[in-house]
């Protein structure tokens, strides 16, 4: 992987955006979903239904390990060959894969109750 580098130094320079759109994370991303036959893996896991797949996460959080951006699988600390990427429906991806997102849908109370 000639471009793995340069992919690299974009997500340590915060710029992920253009990681995700080259065209090695979209052979990759294509990849991962035809493994996992375009279903969502935690709820296929977890909840034991089947759901379509519309993201691929990364296990090993892309900016803490941007070295695993491409890798499919990792070495766990106790040498143990784990999944790096993952196919999840954009439910999962936000509840059990990010859940610390969940805050910002929340719904706030008004700063002033309305009192007709």
């Known amino acids: 992987m000639e471009r793995l580098p340069e992919?690299?130094?974009l997500i340590r320079s915060g710029d992920v955006h253009r990681f995700y759109t080259s065209p090695e994370w979209r052979r990759?991303?294509?990849e991962i979903f035809e493994q996992d036959h375009f279903e969502c893996q935690v709820c296929k896991n977890k909840y034991k239904r089947y759901t379509k797949a519309t993201t691929v996460h990364h296990m090993k959080?892309?900016?803490q390990y941007?070295?695993?951006c491409l890798?499919?699988?990792f070495t766990n600390e106790s040498g143990?060959?784990?999944r790096n990427l993952?196919?999840?429906c954009k439910y999962c991806h936000e509840t059990e894969c990010h859940p610390e997102r969940?805050?910002?849908?929340?719904k706030k109370k008004p700063l002033n109750e309305e009192k007709w």
């Open 7 to 9: 992919l690299i130094a």
């Open 86 to 88: 993952i196919s999840v």
């Open 61 to 63: 959080e892309l900016r």
């Open 80 to 82: 143990r060959k784990e």
């Open 66 to 68: 941007p070295s695993l």
């Open 71 to 73: 890798s499919s699988y």
């Open 102 to 106: 969940m805050g910002k849908y929340e």
């Open 28 to 30: 990759k991303r294509r």
